[in-house]
């Protein structure tokens, strides 16, 4: 037994109990505390993976993505008119089904890692059908859309194309949004995994990684917006295509070369039984009493850890569900392996995070509305004002969304590096001044002071536009730098409500739910811009009568676009309330915080023969 040793916070100790000198030794073998392994699927070292190499490399990687992704959505529409020939509705159309398409898949990609393949091959499999897409893309451009030479810009429209040609076209399309979508929300919490939760310096680097990943994401977005949109408005779409190829396939190399650094979580199984298996053993015993955690099953330490798995406490509330692991006289141990029958307290846990999620989760739906007016009204209402400055010089509309970009990276800097130092010391909390919920409700306040922003612009510029010309269509001479208070404010509110769902539903969401609580923030955003739609048709159903144009007619000017942006001003204030409401009954998850006495062996670990952590 003299070889024997254990591991306990960064020391080696023999079984007689003295601690060894040998420092090099200890550090190399501190393993992480939250249950990470290494690629081998032995517990991850702590200082040789993960850690900020890693998470700059994912970083960089979705910024490079985003870049690529963006440099096809953005001018999509464009080229749906210009180079495919469709009319405005028909092209409009397809992009909303395209961009759905995208979040539908994010949902699939979610449940492909929770359940079976994990972040790091759901990562790479779906990231090199994006770059094939783009690829694919890119040459069918090239060689069978981009007929004559030089067509495709505003001017000069391109020619028919055969069926052939337009089926390898939308198989390109359709490629990217799988790729893009199935990736987008398993990167996020793949770099989080980076990250140990249970050291204190690297739990605080997890919080930051969100932001800076957010940062990524917009500057990423913000270079296709501008360059790339560019160049493609100007009919170069094969540049802008090729640009965005090359971007991912070197987003998909950065990543594969972090392979031997990264950390993993192994996946779980299908979330989708689990939550059936609780539902029906709690249903089989709905008459069972529970009177005290003592009546609960959980499985022993050894194997839990030996799976991987971290205990999560016991909570009150849904004490239906509790039934689901009570242990009774009928129980014997064939029933115990039997999850229809007897489930884990951890894993009726696990039913019960997710229903406390779905209300906060509907709550940020509405803001999703507030966020979608940056690219559709706001850009209307752009489009109406004065967007020419001295020297001749044309401001495209949508450009405008660069200010919110700039925002949202002068924003995560104000916040990381000014606000969450002041309020921590100020509150004596360790993880930041501000939860992730009363960040998230800072957001929809902000969004309210944008839309306030937005409204009242737009009375101004009404004003300017009926005093100049009543009856006229066109601009107004109100410049469109007006407009930047509400793009300011958009970015701002970001900062406080993406960043911060990024963060809750990452920490909130139970171990093999990583990726499906990432991807309810891209379903958010998608039902935000349903929701958007649905609301603009109420609105003109019924502010449309008679004479009446309605509230946002073809011409701004004879209508009050105004009121549409204060109803959402009102809408987001009843929306705050709700979600004060909900967020003060929401009760945090609480882990079990180390995973205790696992024994590694030759061929589990590298820290040698007999070696346990504690």
């Known amino acids: 037994m003299e070889g024997s040793?254990?591991?306990?916070?960064?020391?080696?100790?023999?079984?007689?109990?003295?601690?060894?000198?040998?420092?090099?030794?200890?550090?190399?073998?501190?393993?992480?505390?939250?249950g990470a392994v290494d690629r081998h699927n032995r517990p991850a070292i702590r200082n040789t993976t993960g850690g900020w190499v890693s998470g700059a490399l994912i970083l960089v990687n979705q910024?490079?993505?985003?870049?690529?992704?963006?440099?096809?959505?953005?001018?999509?529409?464009?080229?749906?008119?210009?180079?495919?020939?469709?009319d405005n509705a028909s092209a409009a159309n397809n992009v909303s089904k395209w961009t759905g398409t995208v979040y539908i898949f994010s949902l699939l990609g979610a449940f492909l890692s929770d359940s079976y393949w994990g972040r790091y091959y759901t990562c790479a499999i779906f990231q090199s059908i994006f770059v094939?897409?783009?690829?694919?893309?890119?040459?069918?451009?090239?060689?069978?859309?981009?007929?004559?030479?030089?067509?495709?810009?505003?001017?000069?429209?391109?020619?028919?194309?055969?069926?052939?040609?337009?089926?390898?076209?939308?198989?390109?399309i359709y490629m990217v949004a799988l790729g893009n979508g199935g990736y987008q929300p398993n990167i996020a919490t793949f770099g989080a995994d980076q990250f140990d939760e249970e050291d204190p310096s690297e739990g605080h680097s997890k919080i930051a990684f969100f932001s800076y990943f957010y940062l990524a994401l917009n500057l990423g977005s913000l270079f296709s917006n501008t360059v790339l949109g560019y160049f493609e408005d100007e009919g170069r779409w094969t540049l802008g295509f090729w640009a965005s190829s090359a971007s991912a396939a070197l987003a998909l190399l950065l990543f594969l070369s972090g392979t031997y650094r990264y950390r993993h979580f192994r996946p779980r199984g299908n979330p989708l039984s689990r939550f059936c298996q609780v539902v029906a053993a709690a249903s089989r015993k709905w008459k069972v009493e529970v009177y005290g955690d003592e009546d609960l099953y959980?499985?022993?330490?050894?194997?839990?850890i030996a799976s991987g798995e971290r205990k999560i406490l016991h909570t009150r509330g849904f004490s239906f569900l509790d039934k689901a692991a009570a242990i009774t006289e009928e129980v014997d141990v064939q029933t115990r392996a039997d999850p229809w029958r007897l489930c884990t307290v951890t894993q009726v846990e696990e039913v019960k995070c997710i229903l406390r999620l779905l209300p906060i989760w509907l709550c940020t739906i509405l803001y999703s509305v507030v966020f979608t007016q940056m690219a559709s009204l706001f850009v209307e209402q752009g489009a109406a004002m004065q967007s020419t400055v001295s020297g001749g010089f044309h401001i495209p509309p949508a450009s405008m969304s660069s200010f919110d970009i700039l925002s949202v990276a002068a924003f995560i800097f104000i916040y990381r590096r000014v606000l969450d130092p002041v309020l921590t010391r100020l509150r004596s909390k360790t993880r930041g001044g501000l939860s992730e919920l009363q960040r998230m409700g800072i957001g929809?306040?902000?969004?309210?002071?944008?839309?306030?922003?937005?409204?009242?612009?737009?009375?101004?510029?009404?004003?300017?536009?009926?005093?100049?010309?009543?009856?006229?269509?066109?601009?107004?001479?109100?410049?469109?730098f007006w407009q930047v208070p509400q793009y300011v404010l958009i970015g701002a509110s970001e900062v406080f409500m993406y960043v911060g769902q990024l963060e809750f539903f990452n920490s909130q969401a139970p171990d093999g739910l990583k990726s499906i609580g990432s991807a309810l923030c891209m379903t958010s955003i998608s039902l935000g811009n349903y929701v958007s739609s649905l609301l603009v048709t109420i609105v003109m159903k019924f502010s449309a009568r008679d004479n009446m144009p309605g509230w946002i007619p073809r011409d701004l000017n004879r209508g009050h676009l105004d009121r549409f942006f204060f109803l959402l001003a009102v809408l987001t204030t009843a929306d705050l309330a709700v979600?004060?409401?909900?967020?003060?009954?929401?009760?945090?998850?609480?882990?079990?915080?180390?995973?205790?006495?696992?024994?590694?062996?030759?061929?589990?670990?590298?820290?040698?023969?007999n070696a346990q952590r504690v």
Not at 63 to 73: I, R, S, Y
Not at 137 to 148: G, M, N, V
Request: aromatic share 8%; glycine share 8%; net charge negative.
């Open 5 to 34: 040793r254990t591991f306990m916070e960064g020391k080696i100790i023999t079984v007689d109990g003295k601690v060894r000198e040998e420092e090099d030794e200890a550090e190399e073998l501190i393993a992480t505390g939250d």
């Open 63 to 86: 910024g490079l993505a985003t870049l690529a992704f963006f440099g096809v959505g953005v001018n999509l529409v464009l080229f749906l008119t210009r180079v495919v020939g469709q």
């Open 132 to 172: 094939l897409g783009l690829g694919l893309l890119s040459l069918s451009s090239y060689i069978f859309l981009l007929k004559p030479r030089g067509c495709g810009d505003e001017e000069t429209l391109c020619g028919p194309h055969s069926a052939l040609e337009m089926a390898i076209f939308y198989v390109s």
């Open 298 to 304: 959980e499985i022993d330490d050894r194997e839990r």
């Open 444 to 480: 929809l306040v902000i969004a309210i002071l944008a839309m306030v922003s937005a409204g009242t612009v737009e009375v101004f510029r009404l004003k300017y536009a009926t005093t100049e010309c009543p009856s006229c269509e066109g601009s107004s001479s109100l410049s469109i």
């Open 579 to 609: 979600y004060i409401l909900t967020a003060r009954w929401y009760r945090y998850i609480e882990m079990e915080r180390k995973m205790s006495c696992t024994k590694l062996d030759d061929s589990t670990s590298k820290l040698g023969p």
